[in-house]
């Protein structure tokens, strides 16, 4: 198990099967930096184009085809004091035909990050907004693996290798399962924000570069179809497309599964816990494709005497 | 502000502009009964026909369109033992093409409510969920009120009038508020559930029939267009259409709207906070219509100074 | 076979259990007018308010749920020479975020329709497109019944009782099938249009009264999903929800359906043909409910040695 | 104007910016081949794996990023006897729920495509299309160039690139539009069909191996969104996209930029144009993306005086 300590020189703006930054064994931990969404680093210099410039790729020697890459995420801490949005939200979470009537002009809205208080206040533009101390709440937009059949997938979007999820879940604690599809596994993660509702429906999440710490270990022929996580509290299953209908269909549908096969529950127990108990997040909405998260938690599961085949 | 006891003696599977049952005057309240969703009553005697039969319309005095009709849900308690389910999640919540392999047929599941225990527990079929005691959490369906233009829409299905939503948060507590498009606004109630999941995935709720008490008031004059409502902890509002996408965004832009009349915020405030701090939760994913709300926690709306206008 | 001369005094704005305006036998015939989508007649006198109303309903007596109406459209023809569009096509064919740059303003755009000519000239506004005499094309916006357990829906939308459809294909000499659902069916036309492109993309089809002729006729124990036509080229199977997906789904499942039931094809036959030779119009796409049309020229079943089983 | 007999040995399944397979001069033409969705080529010999293997690239001398590659698709003849589909509608446009009866598995459909005759004739399974030959109609389901910012797309899918759009319109005779994102643009093609319906609702097209002929010319300086396509009849605008109703907002959007751009249209006249006389057609509702193609009749601008800019 070891750490590694890893400098990002280059930067990618698609997920695919790029040449690996960094050779690690399963269970080793790596502490790192991401950039922001536009490619600028913990001292606002400029590193990298857009959009969402990745770190990555992380090579995790003996992953193939088939198997499941784990990810831990152990600390997402923002490295530096800026951070940026846009100041409206985007046409498509609107009515057709709303016209915003605003009083002001915003191309980008500023925030100071305070780390050691926990906040994020907004600078600029002036409103009663300005000034306010905000909690912060540091999550990662994108994490995800080299798509399958070779395809390189714009960081833009999202897809069954992750990508862009903005989901707010995906923060420091949680343990995040991908697909592998190429040699290797070839991990990335950027997109840092600070603070951010459900959806990303304004497009940013107080955008901001990030310190990351995280491990990534590997479950040798396991197959999962979507991205999965786990935290203390929920099970939570990723489904990426447009319409949201659609995502919420391969999240619940990725969830039957995990419950089926992790936890032991025939089709007809999956259907009809689901029926009682599921919960369901709002992931990116911003994007070509929307995340829909499909969530149960583990305490029903305890109680019901379901436990991890694993466990 | 009178009590009224109310003993429906005929039910409606739309909501339109029907004959009123009980006419009562604003801030009365009332206690009454509902029939589940087949039309059974409490001694399981079937007293009405499908799709989810209505108790009501209520007429309040005074109500014409453009103004609003205030629902304060005070008690939803399930008046007999047995309950049902179908046992499978709807085919539009899968992924095309998903076979489900049951081990067993079940046409209906079969529940014992038990109020005072506070507990829902599958009695068939059999299977690892069978007398494992759930959590009673009661809740209306169907709140509504007779539509525009003198529509009279399916129960089976939601729209700005509200309808068959079946969002957990309309349970005992909530205020709800509705559009008054027809003289006296015409409410009803009706499809009582003792334990759903988000979205009724499975198109039941265990499905139970129920005494309701409630207050209906008025504020005369004001419009709004979508169904909203609030609890001690969050500002809600309701968007149904399908795909989920423009249910997003009715209820979003009804949440600017709210934002920006009752609390006093500019666009720009109203974008940017949303942006922030804006949840969504799903309602039915069932009907023609789904469901989603858009949510704002309360607390945000008071530590930024933000006040309703009234209050 | 008798023939009527029916002249509307009262309009009704949603299809519903209304009272019969007309009895007939089943394979009468009828002459009757349409007021615009406004409710202006071919005097240009206001008659009727908003949306699209509608002439009827027709009672055609011995019509019961599980039967089918036979529309047999004769005749659609203009009755004045002023009709009107709006100017713009609907934000929600446009990407989100489209921005119009008109030069200038337009609420309503004024057109010449000359029967004799056979022409629909722009009169207003002023611009290249003014003056030039277009194809008329008279077409019927919205033909349908009452819909099921006594919904009564707005002829802005559509469903499974027809409605609102706004397909081009709704035009003299198309013979249309509805499913009935209520006692005498209740027959309902408006909403007349003088061209149009597909989907009703700018909301209007050139708006403007009609004189219409038709016949109905009645096809006992005969029943049907989704409103069906045909011409002499093509059979037509119509499906109306959102999003376009939707309304594919439907109107292929139906078609599939007739391809069986009619044409006596297996269901893997009625696969295949389609896999081969389906083909689609868009109807209205302005509307809560969208159209497709789920096309199948009558030549390849002819060909392929298929024949109506009552041919 | 050089002519170029080009033998394929590469193929690829995405779309991206792979090395070059041949260099051209804008305006030269080829001679080559494509082999079929699985593969195999004029022999039946696997060449390739899946999904629609592509020929290609071409890199066109002098083509970057903003210019416009053209497309003219001069043959597209099928080199082999056999063609193939499956024997059933895709789940994803029939209605939720809908339960196929089947009466005899089938795993491959298998046709006779015999090009002197110019039919297509299935030869198993047994049944009554058996053995009657359906009109050859060959067209290309796949065309496109790199993606921008370095994207490897499926050639199962489509976007702004081209890719799998399975539209009928993209036969011998068709003059393509795309936008070029990388160097040389990088032209593939491949997915041959000899008689598909629209939308490719099996899922195949019969689907053969193919000769190709076509020339590549360049518009420098011209940028487009979305592919465009046009022929003696009609202009053609692609969207890509889930659901439907976002391919016709991208496709709607492109045709009213080229009506401006190069017919010279006020965006009012456009709207106003389009209001009366668009068209549509059904892509590809098969893949992860839908296609839809909005149309308009050059007679139609060609009689009201509107001409392109540079004709």
């Known amino acids: 198990m070891a750490h590694h300590e890893f400098s990002p020189t280059t930067y990618y703006n698609t997920m695919g099967t790029h040449p690996p930054a960094l ?33 990555g790729p992380i090579y995790v020697n003996g992953a193939e085809a088939g198997d499941t890459l784990v990810l831990q995420l152990h600390a997402v801490v923002p490295n530096r004091r800026m951070g940026w949005t846009t100041g409206r939200l985007a046409p498509n979470v609107l009515d057709f035909g709303y016209e915003a009537n605003f009083s002001d002009e915003v191309e980008l809205a500023w925030w100071d990050v305070d780390v050691e208080a926990g906040t994020v206040t907004l600078t600029e533009p002036q409103n009663r907004l ?40 995906i923060k420091p604690g949680v343990t995040v399962y991908l697909p592998v599809f190429a040699d290797g596994g070839l991990f990335f993660l950027g997109d840092g924000h600070a603070l951010q509702g459900d959806g990303e429906m304004d497009g940013t999440g107080v955008e901001i570069s990030m310190d990351v710490r995280f491990s990534l270990d590997l479950i040798k022929g396991k197959t999962i179809g979507w991205p999965r996580a786990e935290d203390d509290t929920y099970l939570m299953a990723c489904g990426n497309h447009r319409p949201l209908d659609q995502a919420v269909q391969h999240a619940t549908t990725e969830m039957v599964s995990w419950l089926e096969t992790d936890y032991g529950l025939t089709t007809r127990e999956a259907h009809m816990l689901l029926g009682r108990f599921v919960e369901y997040d709002v992931g990116n909405m911003f994007d070509p494709a929307y995340t829909m998260v499909c969530k149960v938690k583990k305490a029903v599961l305890a109680e019901l005497g379901f436990a991890p085949s694993d466990g």
């Open 23 to 55: 050779h690690i064994e399963p269970g080793d931990s790596v502490s790192t930096t991401a950039v922001d969404a536009r490619g600028f680093d913990h001292e606002n210099v400029e590193r990298a184009g857009r959009p969402n410039p990745q770190t």
């Open 130 to 169: 300005t000034g306010q101390p905000l909690p912060l709440k540091p999550m990662l937009g994108t994490v995800g693996v080299a798509p399958d059949i070779g395809e390189a997938i714009s960081t833009m979007t999202s897809a069954a290798h992750g990508g862009n999820m903005d989901y707010i879940g």
